[in-house]
Protein backbone atom coordinates (compact mmCIF):
# COMPACT_ATOMS: atom_id res chain seq x y z
CA UNK A 1 0.00 0.00 0.00
CA UNK A 2 3.18 2.53 0.74
CA UNK A 3 3.68 2.11 -2.97
CA UNK A 4 0.64 3.57 -4.19
CA UNK A 5 0.42 7.01 -5.64
CA UNK A 6 -1.94 9.42 -6.38
CA UNK A 7 -3.82 8.44 -9.91
CA UNK A 8 -3.03 5.14 -10.03
CA UNK A 9 -5.93 2.82 -11.14
CA UNK A 10 -7.20 0.70 -8.66
CA UNK A 11 -9.73 -2.35 -9.44
CA UNK A 12 -11.77 -3.32 -6.31
CA UNK A 13 -13.60 -6.62 -5.92
CA UNK A 14 -15.48 -8.86 -3.58
CA UNK A 15 -17.71 -11.92 -3.70
CA UNK A 16 -16.82 -13.26 -6.67
CA UNK A 17 -17.28 -9.75 -9.04
CA UNK A 18 -14.98 -6.81 -9.70
CA UNK A 19 -17.23 -4.00 -8.51
CA UNK A 20 -15.18 -0.50 -8.86
CA UNK A 21 -12.77 1.26 -10.20
CA UNK A 22 -11.01 4.34 -8.55
CA UNK A 23 -8.21 6.40 -8.66
CA UNK A 24 -5.55 6.99 -5.49
CA UNK A 25 -6.30 10.70 -4.58
CA UNK A 26 -3.77 10.74 -1.51
CA UNK A 27 -0.82 9.37 -0.64
CA UNK A 28 -1.16 6.54 2.54
CA UNK A 29 -1.27 7.39 5.93
CA UNK A 30 -0.87 5.82 9.07
CA UNK A 31 -4.25 4.77 10.63
CA UNK A 32 -6.54 2.58 12.85
CA UNK A 33 -8.34 -0.72 11.68
CA UNK A 34 -11.67 0.18 10.41
CA UNK A 35 -14.67 -0.73 12.03
CA UNK A 36 -16.03 -4.29 10.76
CA UNK A 37 -12.58 -5.63 9.92
CA UNK A 38 -12.15 -7.91 12.85
CA UNK A 39 -8.40 -9.40 13.90
CA UNK A 40 -8.34 -12.55 12.46
CA UNK A 41 -4.95 -13.74 13.29
CA UNK A 42 -3.25 -13.35 16.59
CA UNK A 43 -0.23 -11.05 15.24
CA UNK A 44 -2.41 -8.65 13.44
CA UNK A 45 -2.27 -5.39 14.50
CA UNK A 46 -4.58 -2.49 15.16
CA UNK A 47 -2.89 0.12 13.56
CA UNK A 48 -2.36 0.25 9.60
CA UNK A 49 -2.16 2.27 6.61
CA UNK A 50 -5.20 3.92 4.84
CA UNK A 51 -5.14 4.69 1.07
CA UNK A 52 -7.49 7.31 -0.36
CA UNK A 53 -9.21 6.86 -3.30
CA UNK A 54 -11.80 8.69 -5.44
CA UNK A 55 -14.53 6.27 -7.63
CA UNK A 56 -14.14 6.55 -11.26
CA UNK A 57 -16.61 3.19 -12.12
CA UNK A 58 -19.19 2.07 -9.49
CA UNK A 59 -21.87 -0.96 -9.67
CA UNK A 60 -19.88 -3.07 -12.08
CA UNK A 61 -20.46 -6.99 -12.06
CA UNK A 62 -17.36 -8.66 -13.90
CA UNK A 63 -17.52 -11.90 -12.83
CA UNK A 64 -14.14 -13.64 -11.42
CA UNK A 65 -14.17 -16.00 -14.91
CA UNK A 66 -13.53 -13.10 -17.40
CA UNK A 67 -11.31 -11.61 -15.38
CA UNK A 68 -9.12 -14.87 -15.35
CA UNK A 69 -8.75 -14.56 -19.12
CA UNK A 70 -7.22 -10.89 -18.44
CA UNK A 71 -5.28 -10.89 -15.75
CA UNK A 72 -2.44 -13.52 -14.92
CA UNK A 73 -2.39 -15.83 -12.01
CA UNK A 74 0.46 -16.78 -9.61
CA UNK A 75 2.53 -15.45 -6.55
CA UNK A 76 1.81 -12.42 -6.01
CA UNK A 77 -0.73 -12.25 -8.34
CA UNK A 78 -4.77 -11.78 -7.83
CA UNK A 79 -4.87 -15.06 -8.77
CA UNK A 80 -3.49 -18.07 -7.25
CA UNK A 81 -2.00 -21.07 -9.57
CA UNK A 82 -5.32 -22.58 -9.16
CA UNK A 83 -7.01 -20.19 -9.85
CA UNK A 84 -8.61 -19.10 -6.71
CA UNK A 85 -8.92 -15.27 -5.59
CA UNK A 86 -5.47 -14.72 -3.17
CA UNK A 87 -6.35 -13.75 0.23
CA UNK A 88 -5.16 -10.16 0.64
CA UNK A 89 -6.15 -7.01 0.66
CA UNK A 90 -3.78 -5.70 -2.42
CA UNK A 91 -1.98 -7.15 -5.90
CA UNK A 92 -0.33 -6.10 -8.58
CA UNK A 93 -1.78 -6.10 -12.43
CA UNK A 94 0.17 -4.74 -15.61
CA UNK A 95 -0.45 -1.52 -17.05
CA UNK A 96 -1.35 -3.91 -20.44
CA UNK A 97 -3.84 -5.73 -18.03
CA UNK A 98 -5.16 -2.51 -16.99
CA UNK A 99 -5.68 -1.77 -20.18
CA UNK A 100 -7.30 -4.45 -21.41
CA UNK A 101 -9.63 -4.21 -18.71
CA UNK A 102 -10.83 -0.88 -19.05
CA UNK A 103 -11.39 -1.80 -22.58
CA UNK A 104 -13.62 -3.98 -21.40
CA UNK A 105 -15.42 -2.04 -19.26
CA UNK A 106 -15.86 0.85 -21.64
CA UNK A 107 -14.13 3.04 -18.77
CA UNK A 108 -11.97 6.38 -19.27
CA UNK A 109 -9.42 6.20 -16.06
CA UNK A 110 -6.91 9.21 -16.06
CA UNK A 111 -3.77 8.63 -17.84
CA UNK A 112 -5.29 5.74 -19.44
CA UNK A 113 -7.25 7.01 -22.34
CA UNK A 114 -5.81 8.44 -25.36
CA UNK A 115 -6.91 12.46 -26.14
CA UNK A 116 -8.39 11.40 -29.69
CA UNK A 117 -10.59 8.90 -27.75
CA UNK A 118 -11.83 10.74 -25.23
CA UNK A 119 -12.69 14.04 -27.56
CA UNK A 120 -14.92 11.58 -29.61
CA UNK A 121 -16.96 11.42 -26.33
CA UNK A 122 -20.28 13.38 -26.30
CA UNK A 123 -22.02 14.73 -23.76
CA UNK A 124 -22.88 14.40 -20.97
CA UNK A 125 -19.58 13.64 -19.40
CA UNK A 126 -20.77 10.78 -16.64
CA UNK A 127 -21.69 8.33 -19.02
CA UNK A 128 -23.27 5.16 -17.38
CA UNK A 129 -21.49 1.73 -19.12
CA UNK A 130 -22.79 -0.56 -16.53
CA UNK A 131 -21.30 2.25 -14.26
CA UNK A 132 -20.75 6.19 -14.25
CA UNK A 133 -17.48 7.43 -15.37
CA UNK A 134 -15.69 10.90 -15.26
CA UNK A 135 -14.62 10.90 -18.86
CA UNK A 136 -13.11 14.00 -19.32
CA UNK A 137 -10.80 14.44 -16.21
CA UNK A 138 -7.64 12.90 -18.21
CA UNK A 139 -8.10 15.33 -20.67
CA UNK A 140 -9.17 18.83 -18.60
CA UNK A 141 -5.05 18.31 -16.48
CA UNK A 142 -3.91 18.07 -19.92
CA UNK A 143 -5.15 20.85 -21.06
CA UNK A 144 -3.70 22.48 -18.45
CA UNK A 145 -0.21 21.75 -18.60
CA UNK A 146 -0.43 22.74 -22.42
CA UNK A 147 2.08 19.81 -22.70
CA UNK A 148 4.57 21.36 -20.36
CA UNK A 149 6.84 19.04 -17.71
CA UNK A 150 6.81 21.77 -15.12
CA UNK A 151 4.31 24.52 -14.43
CA UNK A 152 3.18 26.73 -11.34
CA UNK A 153 0.99 26.12 -8.66
CA UNK A 154 -1.80 28.23 -8.75
CA UNK A 155 -2.03 28.42 -4.76
CA UNK A 156 1.34 28.13 -3.60
CA UNK A 157 2.89 29.44 -6.90
CA UNK A 158 6.29 27.07 -6.50
CA UNK A 159 6.74 25.80 -10.10
CA UNK A 160 6.85 21.70 -10.09
CA UNK A 161 7.26 18.99 -12.06
CA UNK A 162 4.13 18.01 -13.66
CA UNK A 163 3.64 14.81 -11.80
CA UNK A 164 2.95 16.97 -8.41
CA UNK A 165 0.64 18.74 -10.10
CA UNK A 166 -3.13 17.88 -10.32
CA UNK A 167 -6.54 19.52 -11.98
CA UNK A 168 -7.83 21.14 -9.33
CA UNK A 169 -11.58 22.01 -9.82
CA UNK A 170 -12.49 25.73 -8.32
CA UNK A 171 -15.61 24.81 -7.45
CA UNK A 172 -16.81 21.11 -6.34
CA UNK A 173 -17.35 19.11 -9.97
CA UNK A 174 -20.72 17.56 -8.69
CA UNK A 175 -21.71 21.13 -8.37
CA UNK A 176 -20.92 22.10 -12.51
CA UNK A 177 -23.40 21.17 -15.32
CA UNK A 178 -21.75 19.05 -17.91
CA UNK A 179 -21.15 21.96 -20.53
CA UNK A 180 -19.25 23.68 -17.42
CA UNK A 181 -17.26 20.65 -16.99
CA UNK A 182 -16.52 20.88 -20.63
CA UNK A 183 -15.04 24.52 -19.72
CA UNK A 184 -11.82 23.56 -19.47
CA UNK A 185 -10.28 26.71 -19.38
CA UNK A 186 -12.36 28.34 -16.54
CA UNK A 187 -13.34 25.66 -14.30
CA UNK A 188 -10.19 24.27 -13.33
CA UNK A 189 -6.59 25.18 -12.29
CA UNK A 190 -3.28 23.31 -11.17
CA UNK A 191 -2.67 23.07 -7.55
CA UNK A 192 0.13 20.70 -6.02
CA UNK A 193 -0.26 17.44 -4.27
CA UNK A 194 1.97 19.06 -1.67
CA UNK A 195 -1.20 20.32 0.63
CA UNK A 196 -2.86 22.70 -1.84
CA UNK A 197 -5.20 21.06 -3.52
CA UNK A 198 -6.15 18.98 -0.46
CA UNK A 199 -6.41 22.43 1.45
CA UNK A 200 -8.68 23.86 -0.66
CA UNK A 201 -10.78 21.05 -1.98
CA UNK A 202 -12.12 20.62 2.07
CA UNK A 203 -12.14 24.52 2.32
CA UNK A 204 -9.60 25.25 4.62
CA UNK A 205 -8.27 27.85 2.11
CA UNK A 206 -10.53 29.83 -0.39
CA UNK A 207 -9.57 32.66 -2.79
CA UNK A 208 -10.89 35.60 -2.29
CA UNK A 209 -10.29 39.03 -3.63
CA UNK A 210 -7.51 37.67 -5.95
CA UNK A 211 -5.91 36.49 -2.71
CA UNK A 212 -5.68 32.98 -0.88
CA UNK A 213 -7.69 33.43 2.67
CA UNK A 214 -8.72 31.41 5.63
CA UNK A 215 -11.70 29.04 4.95
CA UNK A 216 -13.47 26.83 7.57
CA UNK A 217 -11.96 26.31 10.87
CA UNK A 218 -8.88 24.16 10.46
CA UNK A 219 -9.55 20.94 12.95
CA UNK A 220 -5.77 20.89 14.14
CA UNK A 221 -2.71 23.19 14.45
CA UNK A 222 -0.70 21.09 11.88
CA UNK A 223 -3.73 22.46 9.30
CA UNK A 224 -3.80 25.80 10.82
CA UNK A 225 -0.20 26.16 10.18
CA UNK A 226 -0.62 25.10 6.57
CA UNK A 227 -2.85 26.90 5.71
CA UNK A 228 -1.48 30.04 7.22
CA UNK A 229 1.80 29.96 5.70
CA UNK A 230 -0.12 30.05 2.36
CA UNK A 231 -3.05 33.21 3.26
CA UNK A 232 -2.06 36.17 1.89
CA UNK A 233 -0.14 34.18 -1.63
CA UNK A 234 -1.86 36.01 -4.96
CA UNK A 235 -4.07 33.94 -7.30
CA UNK A 236 -4.34 35.01 -10.88
CA UNK A 237 -8.00 33.77 -12.04
CA UNK A 238 -7.86 34.17 -16.21
CA UNK A 239 -11.55 35.39 -16.13
CA UNK A 240 -14.01 37.10 -14.17
CA UNK A 241 -16.04 33.72 -14.70
CA UNK A 242 -13.21 31.85 -12.93
CA UNK A 243 -13.12 34.84 -10.41
CA UNK A 244 -16.97 34.31 -9.75
CA UNK A 245 -16.27 30.14 -8.94
CA UNK A 246 -13.73 31.03 -6.87
CA UNK A 247 -16.33 33.31 -4.56
CA UNK A 248 -18.67 30.32 -5.35
CA UNK A 249 -15.97 28.21 -3.51
CA UNK A 250 -15.68 30.69 -0.56
CA UNK A 251 -19.29 31.18 0.12
CA UNK A 252 -19.86 27.65 -0.32
CA UNK A 253 -17.49 26.51 2.62
CA UNK A 254 -17.97 30.04 4.59
CA UNK A 255 -22.04 29.38 4.77
CA UNK A 256 -22.77 32.17 2.62
CA UNK A 257 -25.14 32.20 -0.36
CA UNK A 258 -25.06 30.03 -3.50
CA UNK A 259 -26.91 29.73 -6.70
CA UNK A 260 -26.57 26.22 -6.61
CA UNK A 261 -27.25 22.30 -5.28
CA UNK A 262 -25.61 19.28 -5.32
CA UNK A 263 -26.37 17.20 -7.86
CA UNK A 264 -26.94 13.76 -6.48
Known sequence: ?????????????GRQYLRAISRVSAPWVAAPRPPGYPKIRS????????????????ELSIGFDELRNVVGSGPGRPFGKDGRPAQKYLSTITEAEAATLLDK??????????????MSLSLPTDISIRGTARVEQAELRRHLLHSRSEAPCAVCRRVLPASLLVAAHVLPRTLLTDSERM????VAVLMCVLGCDSLY???YLTVRDRQVKIGRPADTPAVADSVGALVGSSVEPVSLQQESLFAEHASLHLGGPSRRTFKR
Request: glycine share 8%; net charge negative.
Open 183 to 186: DFEH
Open 201 to 203: ERG
Open 1 to 13: MQAMQRDDVVFHY
Open 43 to 58: GDLDEGWLVRVEPVVT
Open 105 to 118: IGAAAPDLVETAEL
